[in-house]
């Protein structure tokens, strides 16, 4: 078996840049990454290097997943607040590649762009994403196609309102 510490070097920036894309935070990605390797070295008797950045990835996964439910009862809406999500037209004014592209990532539902990030930012094979969503191969490709779908639907919405503007 591969020493922790080589696990650790070879995985820990793609966990924390896969925990970042799904929480929006980079002290909330730290807290995961660590956690993350936390638990998993708890477990590493169980390891195995073929399986392991997937398995990485679950455990990432399913801790930020963790975050934002422990935070959603916390949060009390104030009717009086007005709506903080931009208008249309503030949105045709955000024109920059990488705000559209978060913005259409960020509407994925969470298993989708989970997928998603993991397929196009880490390379990870549909194999190793399956596993770690818990899910088939197929429906792992499946996932990732209809994401890629909705990000170029929303990329070509963009581009309309250009060119109708």
Do not use: C
Request: a positive charge; aromatic letters at 6%.
């Amino acid at each position: 078996m591969t020493p922790f510490s080589d696990i650790y070097r070879r995985h820990a920036r793609d966990v924390f840049r896969f925990a970042f894309w799904l929480a929006r935070d980079e002290e909330e990605a730290k807290d995961v990454t660590a956690e993350t390797f936390a638990r998993a070295w708890a477990g590493a008797d169980d390891l195995r290097v073929e399986t392991v950045k997937a398995y990485l990835f679950a455990i990432a996964r399913n801790l930020v997943r963790e975050n934002h439910r422990k935070r959603r009862p916390e949060t009390e809406v104030d009717e009086a607040m007005p709506d903080a999500r931009p208008d249309p037209e503030a949105r045709a004014a955000a024109r920059g590649d990488l705000a559209r592209v978060r913005r259409a990532v960020d509407a994925l539902p969470e298993v989708d762009r989970a997928a998603l990030l993991m397929r196009v930012t880490d390379g990870t094979s549909y194999a190793d994403v399956a596993r770690a969503l818990g899910i088939s191969v197929a429906a792992a490709k499946v996932k990732v196609h209809r994401a890629r779908l909705r990000l170029a639907e929303a990329k070509e919405g963009t581009h309309e309102r250009q060119h109708h503007s």
